[in-house]
């Protein structure tokens, strides 16, 4: 479904990406981990399109996207959380939402139902109701969270990558959203690509893990294989 | 208020001023009108950009000049009428402003600003060295004599429609001051607005959630690029004569960004409110004391909204508003 | 009409006013290329300095780069006091790109009425002995209203060159721009070096101000004419980059002198903002610039 084809990004004299190759299929819960400044979002904005300058491929559903400016992606199905959550602040959550429902989701796929009652959904799944109405300032950390999960899921998306959204939460918040993603994922069969720090999370989540170090991917397999590499280890704690 | 209340609303702000055209003798008034109006509708204009997008425009000057010099050119060459100035001017600067906004809005906002500023000097100093419409010297303009239109007589000193120049350009003034408020209240309430304010608050966030910003910038930078070029488009005709350096100046760039900064940029009515206010404060300055003391009001004014109510007069209102609940 | 002595005059010139330039921009180079700060008010301030110079020029008949230098301790307090304006208003709160840029644009515009409502609109002047002097070497003339700023310019750039890369202070002010993190692990508050930085910019509108009241004759408004240059010099060189700002302002100077003398005067204004929209559509790093900078 999303097909990464020697993917690599320079930024100066900095390599943040280099020849990646991934394979995503339909419906998967795919974790991705690495230390910090290991690409890890570099590699999401240049799937979703925020970066259009890289080298490589980024096909999804055999179409190349790499001409595709992020607005155009989006609109076929490709949506992300940002790490430090950007909630369009002059509007309340609900606004929040109908921004997406309005602008990337084709007419058809709406099936009858008004954008405000699918906001209105999404709300309910994520537990916002109290904060509908309310603007984006009156929200708590895990609410800003779970706002930018709501927004991206109201893309009405194919594939969902959510970036790093449990940081900072607490033991039951991390629960709470982990809930949210997987349930997601049984119900709608949506792609989820998860990017987390937070091991038992990606653990129980992914039915497989990527690990990225210095921009390239030093392993792919299930979360169990992943977490006893040797290279991974070695990323994260050193020699 | 409801759409048809608005509509209502302005439809009998229109005809009062055209029977204040009859009504009222003194000139002054109309004169002081004009100005006040002219300021109204360049606010206005930026505020397209600067409020609903959050791009600043240094250069809404350089808009205005080119619009009023197309103008001139219209009348040069094909002997053009007021209405078609008008046009022109607002054809021409939308081109102008579609240009700039193609080659700079894919930077920082920042940059933007710097280029629109460059616009203002290029624009100026081509005009300044271009004979056909007067270089630095000027040009002057003479209204037509007993215009009509469709057999009525428009300006005449009797059974005219107006009884000089000056009132009806007044007249068509309040009419475009009106449709540009239509225009920015269209905007605000409609897909267009949300993606704009999406866009403002977010930009990388509202891209990612499908909107196209790249094109509702150029799209705002046009609309605000043409309404300042009709703004300028009729300034010709009513000084009856131009030259580069009132086309261009910068003080029309800073009244044009302090009036919405002060009076709000959320929605058409900050940049209402702020020409007016701001405006009436001018008229008065210059009549009492002098004209410099007009920029002093502005910047100091533009300096203290800035700082300490950065929602302009809407924001002070909506707080104390709030606060008598 | 192209002649040898013409053009060599012409080059000299270009040479001499790309000093001067230089000696503008500077400032801005630290506040807007360092500090990401876009101060327009920048060439007002050096107005502002220049009508300094004027009053104990006239009144005192000091030295004007002597008064310039004088008063930079002044401009610098104040560049500290606007800069603690600027970053409660608007830093903290992410206003910048907006409310900052209008800020500076008001003050632009205060300081100018002010000075306005203090001289006047009539052109000034400043004595001194050095100015009327001419010296003459073959064809070329060098007139020495030009030439003493170039030499005070060139000093206090490569003056602000060494600072900032060989003192401690001059290199946190480069890491304040690329790496505000670092410098707080290592116990420094970026915010007192942006602070310093800031002071540091307007201090050398004292001096900048001294140098052009010397070159040409002043009038409130003129701050405007210069703005164009200023920042089309310090984007042209790219930011942050003292050597790219001095590069990319003597390519200024020599081009304006070209265009001024085989082309006439009124068309010298549009040559840095021309320069300046081009490099902003194809390549907004500039010269030396830093890669990622200008992207939004």
Same mark, same amino acid.
């Given at each position: 479904?999303?097909?990464?084809?020697?993917?690599?990004?320079?930024?100066?004299?900095?390599?943040?990406?280099?020849?990646?190759?991934?394979?995503?299929?339909?419906?998967?819960?795919?974790?991705?981990?690495?230390?910090?400044?290991?690409?890890?979002?570099?590699?999401?904005?240049?799937?979703?399109?925020?970066?259009?300058?890289?080298?490589?491929?980024?096909?999804?559903?055999?179409?190349?996207?790499?001409?595709?400016?992020?607005?155009?992606?989006?609109?076929?199905?490709?949506?992300?959380?940002?790490? #430090?959550?950007?909630?369009?602040?002059?509007?309340?959550?609900?606004?929040?939402?109908?921004?997406?429902?309005?602008?990337?989701?084709?007419?058809?796929?709406?099936?009858?139902?008004?954008?405000?009652?699918?906001?209105?959904?999404?709300?309910?799944?994520?537990?916002?109701?109290?904060?509908?109405?309310?603007?984006?300032?009156?929200?708590?950390?895990?609410?800003?969270?779970?706002?930018?999960?709501?927004?991206?899921?109201?893309?009405?998306?194919?594939?969902?990558?959510?970036?790093?959204?449990?940081?900072?939460?607490?033991?039951?918040?991390?629960?709470?959203?982990?809930?949210?993603?997987?349930?997601?994922?049984?119900?709608?069969?949506?792609?989820?690509?998860?990017?987390?720090?937070?091991?038992?999370?990606?653990?129980?989540?992914?039915?497989?893990?990527?690990?990225?170090?210095?921009?390239?991917?030093?392993?792919?397999?299930?979360?169990?294989?992943?977490? #006893?590499?040797?290279?991974?280890?070695?990323?994260?704690?050193?020699? | 208020?409801?759409?048809?209340?608005?509509?209502?609303?302005?439809?009998?702000?229109?005809?009062?001023?055209?029977?204040?055209?009859?009504?009222?003798?003194?000139?002054?008034?109309?004169?002081?009108?004009?100005?006040?109006?002219?300021?109204?509708?360049?606010?206005?204009?930026?505020?397209?950009?600067?409020?609903?997008?959050?791009?600043?425009?240094?250069?809404?000057?350089?808009?205005?000049?080119?619009?009023?010099?197309?103008?001139?050119?219209?009348?040069?060459?094909?002997?053009?009428?007021?209405?078609?100035?008008?046009?022109?001017?607002?054809?021409?600067?939308?081109?102008?402003?579609?240009?700039?906004?193609?080659?700079?809005?894919?930077?920082?906002?920042?940059?933007?600003?710097?280029?629109?500023?460059?616009?203002?000097?290029?624009?100026?100093?081509?005009?300044?060295?271009?004979?056909?419409?007067?270089?630095?010297?000027? $040009?002057?303009?003479?209204?037509?004599?007993?215009?009509?239109?469709?057999?009525?007589?428009?300006?005449?000193?009797?059974?005219?429609?107006?009884?000089?120049?000056?009132?009806?350009?007044?007249?068509?003034?309040?009419?475009?001051?009106?449709?540009?408020?239509?225009?920015?209240?269209?905007?605000?309430?409609?897909?267009?607005?949300?993606?704009?304010?999406?866009?403002?608050?977010?930009?990388?966030?509202?891209?990612?959630?499908?909107?196209? $910003?790249?094109?509702?910038?150029?799209?705002?930078?046009?609309?605000?690029?043409?309404?300042?070029?009709?703004?300028?488009?009729?300034?010709?005709?009513?000084?009856?004569?131009?030259?580069?350096?009132?086309?261009?100046?910068?003080?029309?760039?800073?009244?044009?960004?302090?009036?919405?900064?002060?009076?709000?940029?959320?929605?058409?009515?900050?940049?209402?409110?702020?020409?007016?206010?701001?405006?009436?404060?001018?008229?008065?300055?210059?009549?009492?004391?002098?004209?410099?003391?007009?920029?002093?009001?502005?910047?100091?004014?533009?300096?203290?909204?800035?700082?300490?109510?950065?929602?302009?007069?809407?924001?002070?209102?909506?707080?104390?508003?709030?606060?008598?609940? | 009409?192209?002649?040898?002595?013409?053009?060599?005059?012409?080059?000299? !010139?270009?040479?001499?006013?790309?000093?001067?330039?230089?000696?503008?921009?500077?400032?801005? &180079?630290?506040?807007?290329?360092?500090?990401?700060?876009?101060?327009?008010?920048?060439?007002?301030?050096?107005?502002?300095?220049?009508?300094?110079?004027?009053?104990?020029?006239?009144?005192?008949?000091?030295?004007?780069?002597?008064?310039?230098?004088?008063?930079?301790?002044?401009?610098?307090?104040?560049?500290?006091?606007?800069?603690?304006?600027?970053?409660?208003?608007?830093?903290?709160?992410?206003?910048?790109?907006?409310?900052?840029?209008?800020?500076?644009?008001?003050? @632009?515009?205060? !300081?100018?009425?002010?000075?306005? @409502?203090?001289?006047?609109?009539?052109?000034?002047?400043?004595?001194?002995?050095?100015?009327?002097?001419?010296?003459?070497?073959?064809?070329?003339?060098?007139?020495?209203?030009?030439?003493?700023?170039?030499?005070?310019?060139?000093?206090?750039?490569?003056?602000?060159?060494?600072? &900032?890369?060989?003192?401690?202070?001059?290199?946190?002010?480069?890491?304040?721009?690329?790496?505000?993190?670092?410098?707080?692990?290592?116990? !420094?508050?970026?915010?007192?070096?942006?602070?310093?930085?800031?002071?540091?910019?307007?201090?050398?509108?004292?001096?900048?101000?001294?140098?052009?009241? !010397?070159?040409?004759?002043?009038?409130?408004?003129?701050?405007?004419?210069?703005?164009?240059?200023?920042?089309?010099?310090?984007?042209?060189?790219?930011?942050?980059?003292?050597?790219?700002?001095?590069?990319?302002?003597?390519?200024?100077?020599?081009?304006? &002198? @070209?265009?001024?003398?085989?082309?006439?005067? &009124?068309?010298?204004?549009?040559?840095?903002?021309?320069?300046?929209?081009?490099?902003?559509?194809?390549?907004?790093?500039?010269?030396?610039?830093?890669?990622?900078?200008?992207?939004?």
């Amino acid at each position: 479904m999303l097909e990464i084809k020697n993917l690599s990004k320079n930024f100066g004299g900095f390599t943040a990406l280099s020849d990646i190759l991934l394979n995503v299929e339909p419906g998967e819960r795919l974790g991705l981990i690495g230390p910090n400044g290991s690409g890890k979002t570099t590699l999401i904005n240049c799937i979703s399109g925020l970066i259009q300058d890289y080298q490589g491929e980024v096909y999804f559903n055999g179409e190349n996207l790499n001409s595709l400016v992020a607005h155009k992606r989006a609109r076929r199905g490709i949506s992300r959380s940002f790490q #430090i959550p950007k909630p369009f602040t002059s509007m309340t959550v609900r606004q929040n939402l109908l921004i997406p429902l309005e602008y990337a989701v084709r007419a058809d796929d709406l099936q009858g139902i008004s954008i405000e009652e699918q906001a209105d959904k999404i709300i309910d799944n994520l537990d916002l109701n109290e904060k509908s109405n309310q603007l984006t300032s009156g929200l708590t950390q895990i609410e800003m969270r779970k706002l930018e999960l709501a927004r991206a899921m109201a893309v009405k998306p194919k594939v969902l990558i959510s970036d790093e959204a449990m940081a900072g939460l607490s033991s039951s918040e991390v629960d709470d959203i982990l809930k949210i993603l997987i349930t997601l994922n049984e119900t709608t069969r949506i792609t989820i690509i998860m990017i987390e720090h937070i091991m038992r999370a990606v653990m129980s989540f992914s039915e497989r893990v990527i690990c990225l170090d210095a921009g390239r991917i030093i392993a792919n397999g299930t979360p169990d294989e992943v977490i #006893i590499t040797p290279a991974v280890e070695k990323a994260y704690l050193g020699e | 208020m409801s759409r048809n209340r608005f509509y209502i609303i302005i439809g009998a702000l229109l005809v009062l001023s055209y029977l204040a055209t009859h009504f009222v003798d003194n000139q002054y008034y109309f004169f002081a009108g004009f100005a006040i109006l002219q300021l109204m509708v360049m606010a206005l204009a930026w505020n397209i950009l600067g409020g609903y997008v959050g791009y600043v425009n240094f250069g809404s000057a350089a808009f205005f000049g080119l619009g009023a010099y197309s103008a001139i050119v219209a009348l040069n060459l094909f002997d053009a009428s007021l209405f078609a100035q008008i046009i022109t001017g607002g054809c021409f600067a939308a081109l102008i402003g579609f240009g700039t906004g193609y080659l700079t809005l894919r930077l920082r906002g920042v940059y933007f600003a710097i280029a629109t500023l460059a616009l203002l000097v290029v624009s100026e100093t081509l005009i300044v060295n271009w004979e056909f419409v007067g270089g630095a010297a000027g $040009t002057y303009v003479l209204p037509k004599k007993n215009p009509t239109i469709l057999g009525v007589l428009v300006v005449g000193k009797q059974n005219a429609l107006f009884d000089n120049y000056k009132e009806l350009l007044f007249f068509l003034m309040c009419l475009i001051a009106l449709a540009t408020i239509i225009i920015c209240s269209l905007v605000e309430n409609s897909k267009l607005g949300r993606g704009l304010a999406a866009l403002r608050d977010s930009e990388e966030a509202a891209e990612s959630m499908g909107v196209p $910003t790249l094109r509702l910038k150029l799209f705002a930078t046009t609309l605000s690029a043409s309404i300042m070029g009709v703004t300028g488009g009729i300034f010709p005709y009513y000084m009856t004569f131009i030259d580069p350096l009132s086309a261009f100046n910068l003080d029309i760039s800073v009244n044009a960004l302090a009036m919405p900064l002060i009076g709000g940029t959320a929605t058409w009515l900050g940049p209402v409110l702020g020409a007016v206010v701001l405006g009436t404060l001018q008229q008065i300055a210059t009549v009492t004391i002098s004209s410099e003391v007009n920029l002093l009001i502005v910047g100091l004014f533009l300096v203290a909204f800035v700082i300490f109510a950065p929602s302009g007069f809407l924001g002070l209102i909506e707080k104390y508003w709030k606060r008598g609940d | 009409m192209f002649s040898a002595e013409l053009f060599l005059n012409a080059i000299v !010139i270009g040479i001499l006013l790309g000093g001067f330039y230089a000696a503008l921009s500077i400032g801005l &180079s630290i506040s807007f290329g360092l500090l990401d700060i876009v101060n327009i008010a920048h060439p007002a301030f050096i107005i502002l300095g220049a009508f300094v110079c004027f009053i104990f020029n006239s009144h005192y008949g000091f030295d004007p780069i002597l008064i310039g230098i004088i008063f930079a301790p002044a401009f610098y307090v104040l560049g500290t006091l606007i800069y603690r304006i600027y970053y409660e208003s608007f830093e903290k709160t992410g206003a910048e790109d907006l409310r900052g840029l209008a800020f500076f644009f008001g003050v @632009m515009f205060i !300081i100018e009425v002010i000075l306005i @409502m203090s001289f006047g609109v009539d052109f000034q002047m400043v004595q001194a002995d050095y100015i009327d002097f001419k010296a003459t070497f073959g064809v070329v003339d060098i007139p020495f209203r030009m030439f003493v700023p170039f030499v005070i310019a060139m000093i206090m750039t490569f003056g602000l060159q060494y600072f &900032s890369s060989r003192t401690f202070f001059g290199r946190a002010m480069q890491a304040v721009a690329q790496d505000t993190l670092a410098l707080r692990l290592m116990a !420094i508050d970026p915010a007192r070096i942006k602070r310093i930085a800031f002071g540091l910019s307007l201090a050398t509108c004292s001096i900048a101000g001294a140098l052009l009241v !010397i070159v040409i004759p002043i009038e409130p408004s003129v701050g405007r004419l210069y703005i164009g240059q200023v920042f089309a010099i310090v984007v042209l060189g790219g930011l942050g980059s003292q050597s790219g700002t001095l590069i990319a302002a003597m390519l200024l100077g020599l081009v304006e &002198s @070209m265009i001024t003398t085989f082309f006439g005067p &009124s068309w010298s204004p549009a040559v840095a903002f021309g320069a300046l929209i081009l490099v902003l559509a194809f390549k907004p790093t500039g010269i030396l610039g830093r890669v990622g900078d200008t992207r939004g």
